[in-house]
């Protein structure tokens, strides 16, 4: 039975890491979904991901991290993620949504064009929306 590449097995191909080494926010507030996105975030490349599960913590992290890329949950509780979105715009940071609702997430006409990835989404899914908005 071959066991090395050389003997003819194919190895799988590496998951493409679009982030590259790039700090990453995330602001999520179910838990569950914050690790795993961690783990998919890891997987495709981030040097560093802070979770936020409220906007006041995103809020801290900006002030005092270097973030190059972030992922918000639009629907934080009885809060929503628009105004960290706004700060992102203002700072020149990519980021998206990640939404439950879907293209029709009740955004406001100034963040109108942003890209919105429903939930559940996959590694897959996650790998094409920071591709998409790092405009790789």
């Known amino acids: 039975m ?3 590449a050389s003997d003819g097995v194919r190895k799988a191909d590496p998951v493409p890491q679009p982030l590259n080494g790039l700090a990453v926010l995330l602001v999520e507030d179910n838990m569950i979904v914050a690790l795993t996105v961690e783990n998919f975030l890891e ?23 270097t973030v190059e890329i972030a992922i918000l949950d639009i629907n934080l509780g009885e809060d929503t993620s628009l105004g ?3 700060r992102l715009r203002a700072e020149s940071i990519p980021f998206f949504f990640a939404s439950g609702y879907g293209t029709d997430a009740g955004l406001s006409a100034d963040l109108d064009a942003s890209l919105v990835v ?10 094409k929306a920071i591709i998409s908005v790092l405009g790789m």
Request: net charge positive; hydrophobic share 30%; proline share 5%.
């Open 84 to 86: 960290i979105a706004r």
């Open 118 to 127: 429903r939930k559940p989404y996959g590694k897959r899914d996650l790998q």
């Open 2 to 4: 071959p066991t090395r």
């Open 43 to 65: 997987d495709l490349g981030a040097r560093r991901v802070w979770t936020a599960s409220q906007v006041e913590s995103a809020s801290e992290i900006l002030d005092r991290e």
